[in-house]
């Protein structure tokens, strides 16, 4: 009897269990969002939140302090302005502030909750919301509320456009029959689909019969057709390095020129001057911002630190990491154009040897060390003081040329049959895809160290430490020389001291058949 009862349990449970119930989730709940603009001038957004089939007594409302990708803390909270919250009926519910990104309501008896509030959006970046009478950008992370605790919370978005515009474009997946309407599984893919609405022209792509949309706020006399084939050859040349496309469809949203750009799983947000593409010779840059970017759905959003996704959006989110998420999509970038067809041998050889000197040819190089660069980067990223350049570096760079000699160390131990991406895609393979979540700084080695089949630690200890790096050695593994030697005069900063050099990049003499195949193989 004892053990039927236990088989008992164990079956009622198991139901439950398929059913969701015993997870505490309630079928009737639904959250959605509908987000109106009839004034752009004001640069308030009016937002309606709606919550159904509340159980708890009390919820949280509750706006990230930040926008994964961009690291700082922005606290978005501080844009709410004229917060009121009512049940279904149309009652007022009480609540309070309870922290600097949350507000309580009491719902004890409450199914329905309907929070109405306005979103002040003035600042032009690609991490903070933004409305006037030339576009309006909804950065999700600074206009949805989330509910504490329910981030995995599928969710409905309406957006009701300024009367002028005509544009709603996303990577949210829209919902069949219902005009401007989209829907995401939960928080994180919500946070991670910015949204612009204006009057963008709309030009599109398929690459194996996925779509692609541009969708450019000022085309001016952009030759269209050119832009969409150069995109589709980075999708492909991207795409390639990993095999797989863990996306449905994919936007574009180019605003006007301006500063910086947000990559996500299956867009990005970036302010380009694309206006004179296919005339101008700064098209290569243009391309190699968007490669960066694209590049990002794998390195960052699917290959990442286990930090980065699922976030904490309360507060900061450290690692060490941001030297190969971030570094390693800037040498990315550059092998995509190379393998494109953008970029050639020696113009990426001259490109990496001014990439060494931009940090070997600062102080800072001398006093903070690539992983030190990624975990400090919340507090000096975008607080730049007078000693900055003599004391930090910038992961950016470093981490792209790191990058280079981890590529180049890999392929000559192996014999040239591994190289760095055969590490891209075994983590997206091992963590992304069979695990569901990112990795340790120490997995991250051991997938390296397995990809060259030795030991990499002289590599890594230039990666945690100051260490003097020898690029000699590194560059010779693909036959090539580097040239280091000292510019006079020496400078000094606290108790280092340091020459600059040109560190130009040239083809050495007589190399070996390793040698050649390592060249032949890494840059066409
Ligand atoms: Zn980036």
Redesign the pocket.
């Known amino acids: 009897m004892k053990k039927l009862f236990g088989i008992s349990i164990l079956l009622i449970y198991t139901i439950l269990s398929a059913s969701g119930i015993a997870q505490g989730q309630n079928q009737d709940r639904k959250m959605s969002f509908t987000v109106s603009m009839d004034q752009p001038a004001s640069h308030y957004y009016q937002v309606e939140f709606r919550y159904d089939g509340i159980t708890e007594e009390a919820v949280e409302l509750k706006m990230p302090a930040w926008t994964p990708g961009y690291y700082m803390v922005l606290d978005l909270a501080k844009n709410v302005v004229g917060l009121e919250v009512k049940d279904g009926a149309g009652k007022p519910l009480p609540f309070r502030k309870t922290a600097k990104n949350t507000w309580t309501v009491q719902t004890s008896g409450i199914q329905s909750l309907i929070a109405t509030y306005n979103v002040y959006a003035t600042r032009a970046s690609v991490a903070d919301p933004y409305l006037a009478e030339n576009r309006g950008f909804i950065s999700p992370t600074g206009v949805f509320f989330h509910v504490g605790g329910k981030l995995s919370h599928p969710v409905m978005v309406t957006i009701n456009p300024w009367k002028e515009w005509k544009q709603v474009s996303t990577g949210l997946d829209p919902v069949k029959g219902q005009a401007n309407t989209f829907s995401a599984p939960d928080f994180d893919r919500l946070y991670d689909c910015p949204i612009l609405v204006g009057n963008q022209e709309i030009l599109s792509f398929e690459y194996k019969g996925i779509p692609h949309t541009i969708a450019i706020e000022k085309p001016g006399t952009c030759n269209r057709e050119k832009l969409a084939a150069d995109l589709k050859k980075i999708v492909e040349a991207g795409t390639s390095i990993i095999g797989e496309i863990p996306y449905k469809h994919y936007t574009f949203l180019i605003m006007e020129k301006g500063g910086g750009g947000l990559?996500h799983l299956n867009s990005m947000a970036v302010f380009a001057d694309v206006s004179k593409y296919g005339e101008a010779d700064r098209d290569r840059g243009l391309l190699g911002f968007f490669a960066?970017?694209y590049f990002?759905l794998y390195n960052i959003k699917t290959i990442r630190p286990v930090v980065l996704g699922p976030f904490d959006y309360d507060r900061e989110c450290l690692t060490n990491m941001l030297w190969f998420s971030?570094g390693g999509?800037v040498y990315y970038q550059d092998m995509i154009l190379n393998r494109a067809g953008f970029l050639s041998r020696d113009q990426y050889l001259e490109g990496a040897a001014k990439g060494i000197g931009s940090h070997e040819n600062i102080m800072g190089s001398r006093f903070q060390s690539a992983a030190q660069s990624s975990w400090d980067t919340w507090m000096l990223f975008f607080n730049r003081a007078e000693n900055s350049q003599s004391v930090s570096i910038n992961y950016y760079n470093k981490g792209n040329t790191l990058c280079m000699l981890l590529d180049l160390k890999i392929r000559e131990a192996s014999q040239n049959v591994n190289s760095l991406d055969d590490v891209m895609r075994t983590l997206y393979q091992d963590f992304n895809k069979k695990r569901n979540r990112g990795f340790t700084d120490a997995e991250f080695r051991e997938v390296c160290e397995k990809a060259a089949g030795c030991s990499l630690s002289e590599f890594f200890d230039y990666v945690y430490t100051t260490n003097p790096i020898d690029y000699g050695k590194y560059l010779a593994y693909a036959g090539l020389k580097i040239d280091l030697t000292p510019q006079e005069p020496a400078i000094s900063y606290l108790n280092k001291t340091m020459n600059k050099r040109s560190f130009l990049i040239s083809i050495a003499q007589n190399p070996t058949e390793l040698q050649k195949k390592v060249l032949a193989d890494w840059l066409k």
């Open positions: 990559e960066h970017e990002h971030e999509t």
